[in-house]
């Protein structure tokens, strides 16, 4: 299959339905559930931790320490979120699509032929998504139920169980959809946010000397006088922006304005809010760092609360789960996976898709981490690698954006860009330094996805320059079909193949063994589009080769799920005749073995017939009818 070089992550595909067309108030809504899912729930774990980062190496948690990380808590959120994701990145969009892998498509298309190499950028994001897709329920889910320790003690030995029985339940209902429940995210993760502010209000009024944090001298103050400790803090720190790439991912879902509306009036003053109550708290008394974010609420409303923690958390998980849904689609558009079963669990929501593969691989990683961390704490150390790398790639792709497709000189880019790319390596530098309390995970994991999506692309790319050589020109073929002219039988035969200037190794095999021809042929090509969606009007290229020939190539964008039948309808506006059940698709079905002597290493080799046995049948990626298939089975040495 012929592709581009460009897809685009959504961490909620499969959520809501790609194009905004709801009222601007229920958009807003809608955003707060799930764009702000994940950083939403930040609070649960993040002031801990960064208050644990400072005072673990013997400094109290005195008033300079936690000023100081309320000030860097605050900037970072108004720096890194605000001005570089709400204010700057939010106007790159991708045909109204936003996400990593859009801005790399929107980089590549500045570069041109040059930006080729861009890909890499887009390789490295799409496999650190995946650390974070397993990361973010596992710590989530976990740091809620902890609340239940704060209850009673007693609870100290259910709170891993009971994790993995949600998380169980979670993955478990994945295969009947989310559209029956998704309505209720925006109102629960209001009423979220409105605790967050609520409780704490109370706090900051009990201790207003926490709203001096505001001023970013404390911050700066904080990293000077503890240095290396200051440092390893803004690991920590980080936390509290984790989930921000989904300000942008779902620009497309949503639209602009009320994700920004959503961020500035509801999101980042509860936030904000929280964060400056669990400060107070524990300047009230340093014992509270415990768990400070639970200790806010009055004993009586604890439990409520760790029934609400958990559905949001539930809701942050359920955005990243459909995310990763999405991202491998797009891989497999891309040509970076092999073909995976996809089903569609909606009729009326675009993108409302399911993948068993996807979800038990993940299933079993989140509850390996859960299993082996135990607790949250431990678990936040191998949070922000992923997420890190994943904001340093934005910030070099934004770059490339401005200056080749907003046509700035590469000073301003780099006068807009620079800062905040120093920012993300510097959080990035503070999260590498914690590899060995966790951190290796998400880097093992994102190594392992890249290493098999090079080697997918590698494999596919020698196969077809094989295959190609083995092929007949079609233009060849075709005179020689008209010179020599086979029995015909009626009918229409659809031939796929990715070159479409080659003869279909099926068609190739259906003379040889059937020795008759239909009596109109058609070679189908189908390619991915640097484009989220492609227009109906230009979904279909048809053209008259001969008078029995034809050449059809249907575009998908990288964001659609490709359906054959519904695209060749199309074409019957053009003048094609097409009846599906006068027709007949010839599939090529490949088995590989490998050669004595090849382009990759042994290894690699066996890894990339590994993945081709693991491959999904192209009659149900491109949802083709089984009863019009006939499958010719061919061995390729690779």
Request: charged share 10%; with cysteine.
């Amino acid at each position: 299959m012929n592709s581009s070089t460009s897809i685009a992550v959504s961490a909620t595909e499969g959520i809501i339905h790609s194009a905004p067309t709801a009222g601007f108030w229920g958009l807003m809504l809608g955003s707060i559930g799930v764009v702000y899912g994940d950083i939403g729930t930040s609070p649960l774990y993040a002031m801990r931790e960064s208050v644990l980062a400072a005072v673990g190496a013997g400094n109290p948690a005195s008033e300079p320490v936690v000023l100081g990380i309320l000030s860097l808590v605050i900037w970072a959120l108004l720096i890194v979120v605000t001005a570089k994701y709400v204010l700057l990145l939010l106007h790159a969009d991708n045909n109204g699509e936003g996400g990593t892998l859009a801005l790399m498509a929107l980089a590549q298309r500045g570069l041109g032929r040059a930006g080729a190499s861009i890909i890499l950028l887009g390789i490295i994001s799409g496999a650190l998504f995946y650390g974070d897709a397993v990361i973010t329920p596992a710590l989530s889910v976990l740091s809620a139920i902890e609340g239940l320790k704060i209850v009673t003690p007693a609870f100290d030995p259910y709170v891993v169980p009971i994790t993995v029985v949600i998380l169980l339940a979670l993955f478990l209902v994945q295969s009947r959809g989310t559209a029956s429940i998704a309505a209720f995210f925006g109102p629960i993760t209001l009423v979220w946010f409105i605790t967050l502010a609520s409780a704490g209000i109370w706090h900051v009024a009990q201790n207003p000397i926490v709203l001096t944090a505001i001023n970013p001298l404390h911050g700066i103050e904080f990293l000077i006088a503890h240095r290396l400790v200051g440092f390893l803090t803004l690991g920590a720190v980080f936390l509290v922006v984790t989930g921000s790439e989904a300000l942008y991912a779902d620009l497309g879902h949503f639209g602009r304005r009320p994700i920004q509306a959503a961020w500035l009036f509801v999101a980042l003053p509860a936030l904000t809010i929280n964060y400056l109550g669990q400060g107070a708290l524990i300047l009230a008394d340093p014992k509270n760092i415990e768990n400070p974010f639970f200790l806010l609420y009055p004993e009586w409303a604890l439990l409520p609360m760790v029934v609400l923690a958990t559905a949001a958390t539930v809701i942050a998980s359920q955005a990243v789960i459909t995310g990763a849904y999405s991202l491998t689609q797009q891989a497999i558009s891309l040509g970076l996976l092999p073909r995976f079963e996809i089903r569609h669990t909606s009729a009326a929501l675009f993108g409302q898709i399911y993948m068993p593969r996807v979800n038990t691989l993940l299933l079993i990683g989140v509850l390996l981490l859960v299993l082996l961390f135990r607790s949250s704490s431990a678990l936040a150390s191998a949070y922000g690698i992923a997420v890190t790398g994943t904001m340093v790639v934005t910030s070099m792709l934004a770059f490339v954006a401005i200056w080749k497709v907003w046509r700035w000189s590469a000073v301003a880019a780099a006068c807009i860009i620079g800062p905040f790319l120093l920012i993300d390596l510097t959080f990035l530098s503070a999260n590498i330094l914690k590899i060995f309390e966790g951190g290796w995970m998400p880097l093992a994991l994102g190594s392992m996805v890249m290493l098999i999506m090079y080697t997918w692309r590698r494999g596919s790319r020698i196969l077809s320059e094989k295959t190609r050589r083995l092929e007949l020109p079609l233009a060849d073929l075709i005179r020689i079909l008209e010179k020599k002219p086979p029995i015909r039988v009626p009918g229409t035969a659809i031939f796929l193949t990715s070159d479409p200037l080659s003869a279909p190794t099926a068609l190739l095999h259906s003379l040889k063994h059937y020795k008759v021809l239909h009596e109109r042929n058609a070679i189908l090509t189908i390619e991915s589009s640097p484009l989220p969606r492609v227009d109906p009007a230009d979904r279909v290229h048809l053209e008259a080769i001969s008078d029995t020939f034809s050449r059809i190539v249907l575009r998908f964008g990288f964001m659609e799920t490709p359906n054959v039948p519904q695209a060749l309808a199309i074409a019957r506006k053009l003048g094609w005749n097409f009846d599906i059940m006068s027709t007949t698709f010839f599939l090529s079905r490949r088995t590989l073995r490998p050669a004595e002597a090849s382009n990759m290493p042994h290894w690699q080799d066996r890894l990339f017939i590994a993945l081709g046995r693991t491959a999904n049948d192209a009659t149900d990626y491109f949802q083709i009818p089984t009863g019009r298939v006939v499958e010719v089975g061919t061995q390729v040495k690779v």
